[in-house]
């Protein structure tokens, strides 16, 4: 009960919803607002309750005037299990909501004017949300997919792509289909500022993705992914090839053909408390 407080205190309301319900109220759409409020709620605190039971840190829960979004402390280090799971909790919500609508509706208990509106609600936010565009779920679900056989820096890099060319195919369809449509166009627009700042960020994403994975909490990293270098290749480029969910054994071949094997945690120290950026990793090798 108390993690349930605390849950809720982290709730956040963004001061132009309040504008937005006023409008609602003056236009008489005050149900439909709560409705869809309840769904975005809902889906929210989806993620939120699976973050919560994997022990993740979350930051806010904030209800927007066009949506919702749950922020949390992590950074791409968490076991892609995990991060798979506290996705799809949120979409995975609309199929009881809906679920338990047309059960309401069969008794009679809610009216079928509401029942079609609740149902087209949810299935409005599921499909929108599962678009492959960043930070959107189907955004995230990219990431994760991209990240299962692909370096971090590598898989942030293409899902911000993609996002760029969905968004862009997205807004050409609904040019053609509502160019009126106000309210997606706001949406839109928060999509293209979010992508921008994620790529202008996109080095300190992959820093904090390194960083947190050196001084963060240590997590279960079961899958063991070695890293085959040569003794010439500089630090940074090895680091680049670090991926999400496995740990990494650096094999490192020398020029006489022999291997030696440096571990993850050996070679983030020497770039996060040594300061050695621009070295080879047989530098490493030898005591510095």
Known sequence: MNKLFELVRKLQIHPLLWVVIALAIATAHFIE???LLLIIFVHEMGHVAA????SWRIKKIALLPF????????????????????VLAGPLQHVWMMGLAYLLFITGTFPEKWHSLFVGYNLMVLVFNLLPIWPLDGGKLLFILLSMNTPFQKAHLLTLYASAGGLLIFSGILLFVAPLTLNVWIIIGFLAVSLYFEWKQRQFAFMRFL??????K????????PINTSENEMVGHVLQ???RGCKHPIIVKKQNGEERMIDENELLHAFFSEKIFTAKIGDLL???
Not at 218 to 225: A, Q, T
């Open 33 to 35: 607002l709560m409705m």
């Open 51 to 54: 973050a919560s039971f994997f």
């Open 67 to 86: 949506g919702g979004v749950a922020e949390v402390d992590e950074h791409g280090n968490r076991p892609l299990k995990e991060e798979l799971i506290v």
């Open 211 to 216: 960083m947190e994975r050196y001084y963060g």
């Open 218 to 225: 240590r997590v279960d990293l079961r899958e063991l992914r």
């Open 241 to 243: 090839r670090f991926q």
């Open 286 to 288: 030898y005591p510095y």
